[in-house]
């Protein structure tokens, strides 16, 4: 056979070029069509550490995650050794609902694609593309053994690809941009490794009632301990007509936003008038605030107790205001016997309110309505009141048990979040 048309070496170069030109827009169109993926990989965070509870930790993380992402879409979830990876249509528009799940250490939007260097460098245009940097590393992790090239090989071939094509500089100190491929199931690349929310999954540590008011702290209160795998419900004490249902909408929308983090809280809202009345009508005026605590106290542990709740939680830290000395919190709690989380205790007002900030409850929070306790309080509340004394006053407001189980009976209860 002869090539009448190759007149000359320079046809010959101009063909070859042609197959090569021809080749790599056959990898392409395979790679980007056919196979390259968007998947999100989420690592484990602190479940890691529960040995033996580790599979029940990992499960509950796995339910979590499907609640919050079921609304969204398909998607599918798989475990990959400690990695969750979630795929599906549009798996981008979940990594803001991923930024709020506890229980994840971190979190990342990959691209996913077949196990062979052409597909992983395919991978790598695509990130690089969005990439604004000038140096960059490359940090390689091959789970998968069989794959034919070790970590220190894949990082040198795509070090070497990058800083070609990109005129970067591989700086392996102080990269602006660090490139991260793992050979698992799949190949994964990506660049942004987000920080997750950390902490337990929710519901691992049971379920917490939480006395919520309208302020700043018992909104970051809640964030904590559903931090620490505890389920929420929730107990707010309103005194109709002196507080308004504006009021009682505001602590709605506070828990809304608290239940992005925790998933869905039962709330009781009890109506605390007649108890705030006849305390402020028969006890010492210097007396009431605390001898209300006390009231807010037993009602949140009897609601907790009837619905299998195990313990308090409270926004109080320690010297904010005269209910928070340690004589006022001796006094507040003497009378409950389930153990009370009060996890702001060692923290000032600027703390708080930065973690409030973050979580989204402060502007809600510093929004001005009256609240049941600024309303009933004393000029001059007892900063250290004594135990036996309060007893004493108290015995002036008779049948109290009577006065708990009318409130309780008189509380709406509702579910917030979804
Ligand atoms: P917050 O502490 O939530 O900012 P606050 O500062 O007005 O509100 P404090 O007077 O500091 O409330 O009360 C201490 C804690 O007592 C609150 O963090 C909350 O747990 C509980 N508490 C106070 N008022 C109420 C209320 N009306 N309903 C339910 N719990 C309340
Ligand atoms: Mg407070």
């Known amino acids: 056979m002869t090539f009448s048309f190759l007149n000359s070496i ?12 021809a080749k790599e827009v056959l990898i392409h169109r395979k790679f980007t069509w056919r196979i ?18 580790r599979r029940k930790f990992e499960i509950a993380l796995l339910e979590n995650i499907k609640k919050r992402i079921n609304k969204f879409g398909d998607f599918k979830i798989k475990q990959m050794g400690a990695v969750y990876s979630i795929c599906g249509e549009n798996v981008e528009n979940l990594m803001d609902e991923i930024s709020k799940i506890f229980g994840i250490s971190s979190f990342s939007l990959s691209w996913s694609v077949e196990k062979n260097l052409e597909a992983i460098k395919e991978a790598c245009k695509n990130e690089f593309d969005n990439v604004n940097a000038s140096s960059f590393k490359v940090e390689a992790k091959r789970s998968d053994k069989k794959f034919y090239l070790n970590s220190a090989q894949i990082c040198n071939e795509i070090g070497d690809f990058i800083s070609n094509k990109y005129n970067l500089r591989v700086d392996v100190h102080n990269p602006d941009v660090i490139l991260k491929i793992e050979i ?5 690349v990506y660049c942004h490794n987000n920080k997750g929310l950390g902490g337990l999954p929710v519901g691992t540590s049971g379920l917490g009632t939480v006395l919520i008011s309208g302020g700043i702290d018992s909104p970051v209160a809640s964030f904590m301990m559903a931090k620490r795998g505890l389920r929420l419900n929730a107990v707010h004490y309103s005194t109709p007509p002196y507080t308004s249902a504006r009021s009682v909408d505001k602590v709605k929308r506070i828990l809304d936003v608290v239940s992005r983090y925790s998933g869905k809280i039962k709330f009781f809202n009890v109506n605390f008038c007649d108890i705030q009345k006849k305390i402020k009508t028969l006890c010492a005026e210097e007396l009431t605030t605390i001898i209300s605590r006390r009231f807010m106290y037993k009602i949140a542990q009897i609601i907790c107790t009837n619905e299998k709740s195990s313990c308090l939680i409270t926004g109080e830290s320690l010297g ?11 006094c507040t709690s003497h009378d409950v016997d389930i153990p ?57 407001l008779g049948d109290m048990k009577q006065m708990i189980n009318d409130a309780i009976d008189n509380s709406e209860v509702s579910e917030i979040g979804d």
């Open 340 to 396: 009370i989380f009060r996890p702001l205790i060692g923290m000032d007002k600027e703390e708080i309110t930065k973690i409030a900030k973050k979580i989204g409850t402060f502007d809600i929070s510093i929004e001005n309505f009256e609240d049941c306790c600024s309303l009933f309080s004393p000029k001059n509340p007892k900063i250290n009141p004594i135990l036996k004394f309060v007893e004493g006053d108290e015995k002036k």
């Open 320 to 330: 904010q205001v005269a209910s928070q000395t340690v004589g006022a919190i001796n």
């Open 184 to 188: 698992k199931n799949s190949a994964y």
């Open 36 to 53: 390259m993926n968007r998947e999100i990989l989420i690592k484990f965070g602190e479940i890691f550490l529960k040995g033996e509870n």
């Open 10 to 21: 320079h046809d010959i170069d101009s063909l070859i070029d042609n197959v090569v030109e």
